[in-house]
């Protein structure tokens, strides 16, 4: 997709300063979230067996639950544990037409996953050992590699802590390190 430039690039930047100065507040000044944190992202997968053999054979997220949809009769419903209590969740909907990915608003962009360096260099090598198809460590971003799932769903792989953007302590906590 073309990249704004110029005038139109300019105009784009004072907008998100001035976005930032009007809503962005410092650590000691924001209000605690108002939930505990992600119990689970749900997304569609257009495959049951290939999606788990997706994340948990081939990139180790443990099946943790496969269960009917409560909502969609012979819909599954299925969840992968990605680490500190957190869960990736999928629907299958059987029927319904499945079209490729693409980048829309409401859509999934990414979902960024924080790992070690040692984790990260081990996802890495499985796929290149693999010959999977994916970005990265590029754009002088050393730190993250970019694929697409079966379902089109992107997934970062991030050597970051969590609550932490590019060494940056966005939540002011404590335990951050910026480190791994």
């Known amino acids: 997709m073309p990249q704004p430039e110029g005038a139109e690039l300019d105009a784009i930047r004072a907008r998100r300063e001035e976005l930032k100065n009007k809503y962005l507040r410092a650590p000691a000044e924001r209000p605690a979230s108002t939930v505990r944190g ?20 081939f990139l180790g997220f443990p099946l943790v639950e496969l269960v009917e ?34 980048e829309t608003i409401g859509a999934v962009q990414h979902l960024a996953l924080s790992t070690t360096q040692a984790d990260f260099d081990a996802i890495k090598a499985k796929l290149d050992g693999a010959g999977f198809d994916y970005l990265g460590p590029d754009r002088g971003v050393e730190n993250s590699i970019y694929l697409r799932d079966p379902n089109g769903v992107g997934i970062e792989f991030y050597v970051q802590e969590l609550g932490v953007f590019e060494g940056d302590d966005l939540l002011g906590t404590p335990s951050a390190t910026g480190s791994s």
Do not use: C, M, W
């Open 69 to 102: 949809n409560r909502d969609y009769r012979g819909s599954s419903h299925f969840f992968f544990d990605i680490g500190n209590r957190n869960l990736l969740g999928f629907f299958d909907f059987p029927g319904h037409d499945h079209p490729e990915f693409h």
């Open 38 to 57: 992600v119990h689970h992202l749900a997304l569609i997968a257009k495959d049951v067996d290939e999606t788990i053999r997706f994340y948990q054979e």
